[in-house]
């Protein structure tokens, strides 16, 4: 400092030499440099006398000469001030010309923004806040994605010495390759020839890029038996980075458990389904990676073999002869299975009405078939009058009767043949003494005349 103001001395000794006899106020350095909140020398120079000088800042002489003194302003934080000389001369008091300093502050903060996750092929945008930098018009903002140059941005218009706030945003169109690479921000303040070269860089952003273009592809049947198993396979073609992609699979509204694997950019996703309940069921395949999401999803439908039950076809019906009805059978599976019936070798129609004869009476051969196989039933149907029941009891009664007849028969025959042996087999007499047998006779002859 003390050579800068020899030399300046000399400088204003020799000015005043050639230019004696003119009145004069010079301030030095016309143009200063100071960082915001620092100290700086100015000097003044002067063919008169009392040299001073007006300034808004903190001031205190450092030197003095016969026609020069120096002072130093400090804590210099006023963008506007612009000191200047002065003196007293004969012709009276004379300044100098402003000076036009010139105060620069290096960023407060550089902010540079996170971008979210990035779809390839899709543009986002780059935001950097530099906060507290002057001057502006001396400022470069540049992006850089790695060491490569995005966007570089001056402000050489810009009319205000105070420091302020710039924002720069840059448009980028995500590219597969960008993966995991770093954008930062970084400024540039460029003071040369005068002063320095600052540079600041923000905290680096990576970038996350997700190429996820096509739709999964779900590969499983479109028909499951009941009670079997099936595996099912979901497949991510041409993503990037396939390690990333997430996985969800659902069958029928439940969460399956299911394995990944990653083979290059192809990632899959295994499971096994399986499924009591007959019909249709919604298979599902869901994948994200990173802000895309896609879903996919398949219609399998869980069948059963075609099952004659009791409850739909029994084995044997009784129908009254004379009575209107409909002879039905039915079966169980999915898809629903066709079912037809034969009666001595011809087709029978199902279920529509008829008046029932004795001729409906006998075995009907039923068929229930769908495309995953069949069943057999045999169905016997017994026919009864309604006079059947008098003509049994009738039956009986006759028989009853006759088998009644018959015994009686027997019987008298039995008996008329004992009364005819007892009538042909010979009596043996009792011997009775001739007394006797007279007396008897006589008696008998009495007898009669009595009655006579």
């Known amino acids: 400092m003390q050579k800068f103001i020899f030399f300046f001395a000399v400088g204003a000794w020799a000015v005043t030499q050639g230019t004696a006899e003119e009145d004069y106020v010079e301030i030095w350095p016309p143009n200063p440099l100071v960082e915001f909140g620092g100290s700086l020398d100015l000097n003044c120079t002067s063919t008169c006398e009392h040299i001073g000088i007006e300034s808004a800042y903190t001031k205190v002489p450092i030197g003095n000469g016969s026609n020069w003194k120096s002072f130093r302003l400090s804590n210099v934080n006023f963008w506007a001030a612009s000191p200047l000389c002065y003196a007293e001369c004969k012709t009276g008091q004379k300044k100098s010309p402003k000076a036009n300093i010139i105060i620069y502050k290096s960023p407060a903060s550089i902010k540079l923004f996170p971008v979210p996750d990035m779809e390839v092929n899709e543009t986002y945008e780059l935001t950097c806040w530099v906060l507290g930098v002057a001057p502006i018009r001396d400022l470069t903002v540049t992006f850089l994605k790695g060491e490569e140059q995005l966007l570089i941005e001056t402000f050489e218009d810009h009319p205000w010495p105070e ?32 002063g320095p070269l600052l540079k600041n860089t923000s905290q680096g952003i990576s970038l996350w890029t997700f190429d996820f273009q096509k739709y999964p592809l779900l590969h499983a049947g479109l028909f499951l038996e009941a009670g079997t198993s099936m595996k099912v396979t979901c497949d991510t073609p041409e993503v990037s980075p396939a390690e990333e992609a997430i996985f969800g699979l659902w069958f029928a509204g439940k969460p399956l458990t299911f394995n990944t694997t990653v083979m290059g950019d192809l990632a899959s996703a295994q499971a096994v389904i399986a499924s009591s309940s007959v019909g249709e069921h919604q298979l599902l395949c869901s994948v994200s990676l990173g802000p895309v999401a896609k879903n996919v999803t398949k219609m399998v439908n869980v069948f059963d073999r075609p099952q004659i039950d009791d409850s739909k076809c029994p084995h044997a019906l009784t129908w009254k002869e004379g009575s209107t009805t409909s002879f039905t059978c039915s079966a169980m599976g999915n898809p629903t299975p066709t079912v037809q019936c034969w009666k001595d070798g011809r087709p029978y129609n199902i279920g529509e009405p008829q008046l029932v004869q004795r001729e409906h009476g006998g075995i009907y051969h039923c068929n229930a078939t769908n495309q995953y196989g069949f069943d057999v039933r045999h169905v016997t149907v017994h026919v009864e009058s309604p006079q059947s029941i008098g003509h049994i009891i009738g039956y009986i009664v006759a028989v009853v009767v006759f088998i009644a007849l018959v015994a009686g028969i027997a019987y008298w025959i039995s008996y008329k043949q004992k009364i005819g042996v007892y009538r042909l087999r010979p009596q043996k007499k009792q011997q009775q003494p001739p007394q006797t047998a007279q007396n008897s006779a006589e008696q008998r002859f009495l007898n009669g005349k009595a009655n006579v």
């Open 163 to 194: 420091a302020d706030a710039v924002e720069v945003n840059h448009i980028i169109k995500a590219q597969k390759d960008d993966y995991n690479k770093t954008i930062t921000c970084q400024t540039s303040l460029d003071l040369r020839p005068r």
